[in-house]
């Protein structure tokens, strides 16, 4: 097993440490289908205004005393337009759309609730909801953001969906030293959730690829911090009478974890421009560190596996090698059609 391995999704250097922000959904991967008749749109699926789904922004730090790290306000943005709020509920364009939710009791963060359907609002095209935090350590203070991408497009027949859900209130973070969270898979069919006749198979991403999870067959998994180093990723595929009907990926990050990868990003920002006059490649050189330290504490390579949004490899045979260090092109961005995911994890 590795001893430590990490996704890169947005990763600040800040006065304040090292913080890596995500924005989840319990309720699974968010989306909108909408039926149409001629011009007409006559329903949309799933109906918000019934599910008001949540998505949390989730910052971990590398700060040992901290693990998940509370923001001390947020800004919330839909397709890049400022979200403005009286109290908790939205004003202005989004009037009555959204919810502000914010840390209380066990919740350690900051969401955004979905009051109403976003289809209509979003020009019935996908959607990005963005959340910027400002993080405050001491005296010092930094804005650290993150984006999640809604899919909205027509139904196209009874199409069904695979989703993995939080299955208990930890939102796919284990905060605690021998701690664990549970994953939940769900199935629909035209926004309708399925019950009968599903069977159930999940998997674990190693470094050599997807490894199916003997015997584990349940619609949920629970995933103990024993079981990942610092995030670990899991799939699952579901079967209706038998005919598989879809899968989802969801990651999980160990927050208790006395390990983390310093990715060590060339450019810092991490950025590959379309434009072959600007950057075309990101190179990682990482190095496994004590949480909260900058120190090396152990001497290992790394394998590197690249993924599209959809989930499809983008490096083939060289994910299963391990090397000290990897460069992401302008090639990667053009074949993924956008956005790379890049997981790093360490060889031993």
């Known amino acids: 097993m590795s001893s430590a391995s990490t996704t890169r999704t947005i990763k600040f250097i800040s006065k304040a440490g090292t913080y890596t922000a995500y924005i989840n959904s319990p309720s699974g991967d968010l989306y909108q289908e909408y039926k ?21 922004f989730v910052c971990l730090s590398s700060r040992v005393a901290e693990g998940v790290a509370t923001p001390t306000s947020i800004n919330f943005y839909f397709n890049d337009n400022l979200i403005e709020f009286s109290g908790d509920a939205s004003t202005g364009i989004f009037a009555g759309m959204f919810k502000k939710v914010s840390p209380s009791g066990d919740n350690p963060y900051y ?9 209509e609002i979003a020009g019935y095209a996908p959607a990005v909801i963005k959340m910027v935090a400002t993080i405050t350590y001491g005296n010092s203070s930094d804005q650290i953001q993150a984006s999640y991408n809604i899919p909205i497009q027509q139904s196209t027949g009874d199409s069904y969906r695979v989703t993995i859900a939080a299955g208990d209130s930890n939102n796919f973070v284990i905060r605690d030293k021998g701690g664990s969270c549970v994953l939940k898979a769900l199935a629909y069919q035209s926004g309708n959730e399925l019950a009968a006749n599903l069977t159930y198979t999940w998997e674990k991403m190693e470094s ?42 969801q990651g999980v990050m160990d927050a208790s974890d006395p390990f983390d990868i310093d990715p060590h990003p060339s450019p810092e920002d991490e950025s590959i421009t379309e434009d072959e006059n600007g950057n075309g490649q990101v190179t990682y050189t990482p190095v496994v560190v004590k949480r909260g330290t900058s120190v090396k504490a152990l ?20 994910k299963d090698t391990a090397v000290a260090s990897y460069t992401i092109t302008r090639a990667h961005c053009i074949q993924a059609g956008g956005d790379v995911s890049v997981i790093i994890t360490s060889e031993n």
Do not use: C, H
């Not at 969401?111 to 289809?119: E, F, M, P, V, W």
């Not at 990723?233 to 989802?248: F, K, L």
């Open 111 to 119: 969401g955004l609730q979905l009051i109403k359907n976003i289809a």
């Open 208 to 249: 050599t690829g997807w490894q199916t999870l003997v015997g584990k067959t349940n619609q949920t998994l629970t995933v103990a911090a024993a079981d990942i180093d610092t995030y670990g990723e899991y799939r699952v595929t579901v079967a209706r009478s038998g005919n598989v009907i879809g899968s989802d990926i």
């Open 36 to 56: 149409m008749s001629g011009e007409e749109v006559l329903s949309v699926s799933p109906d918000f205004s019934v599910k008001q789904p949540i998505l949390y």
């Open 299 to 318: 001497d290992t390579k790394f394998f590197f596996v690249l993924r599209d949004a959809a989930g499809v490899y983008l490096n083939g045979d060289d």
